[in-house]
């Protein structure tokens, strides 16, 4: 498909989006020191306030690490807990970074992720590694990160605070994710959205500019 003539600037989601995620890989992986009555707690901590806090920068990696102890009530060292944390975090494919490199000509590009300090130093290493060529922050125009600007989607803000940063009016501005409440509110705003559902989604979307 084109693009409208009007669209000036992309905006991508992390994972899923650039680099492939598996959530459940961490949750089994936290689980293969739990008891089978305490997975519950596993499978709820995506939703936890913990989370949220590390995400939206609101306590560290120390104080996360500590409230990831007290919360399972276990004596896990930091690098079991950076290991398990990180288990989620795959591989970003070759064609997702050829095409980004592609559209820059073109667009300006932004990353817009709910992550955190320790998954995104992983994110670095991962595409320094696949990619030793390029760096990962060298593909965006710029970068906007939940831990470090203190808002999270599906909040409203955090794509005001974007739009105010990038200096854009919402109708200029695509914003693709993998989750329909991240779209839902992106398009509160008045932003163009685009629901990432599959692995080839984004290189599909973009295929006649390829």
Known sequence: MKL?????????????VIIDIDISLTLNALKSDL???EFLLADEFMKSDLHAAFESGAIDEHEFRNGI????????????????????LLTIPRERIT???????????????????IHFKVVEEI????HPEDTFLGLFDEV??????????PENKI????????????????????????LNAAKEVGLHTYLINHPNALVEYFSDVQ
């Open 35 to 37: 008891s089978e009555n």
């Open 144 to 153: 906007f990160l939940s831990h470090e600007i203190g808002l999270r989607k």
């Open 159 to 182: 794509y005001e605070k974007v739009l105010q940063e990038i200096g854009a009016e919402p109708h200029q501005c695509i914003f693709f994710d993998d989750l329909q409440e991240n």
């Open 99 to 117: 095409l980004l490199k592609k559209l820059r000509k073109d667009y300006k590009l932004y990353l817009l992720s709910n992550t955190n300090s």
């Open 127 to 130: 595409f320094k590694k696949d």
């Open 4 to 16: 409208d003539s009007n669209i000036q600037n992309l905006i991508f989601d992390m994972g899923n």
């Open 69 to 88: 102890r007290m919360a399972f009530n276990k004596e896990w060292d930091d690098e079991w807990i950076d290991n398990v944390w990180n288990t989620l």
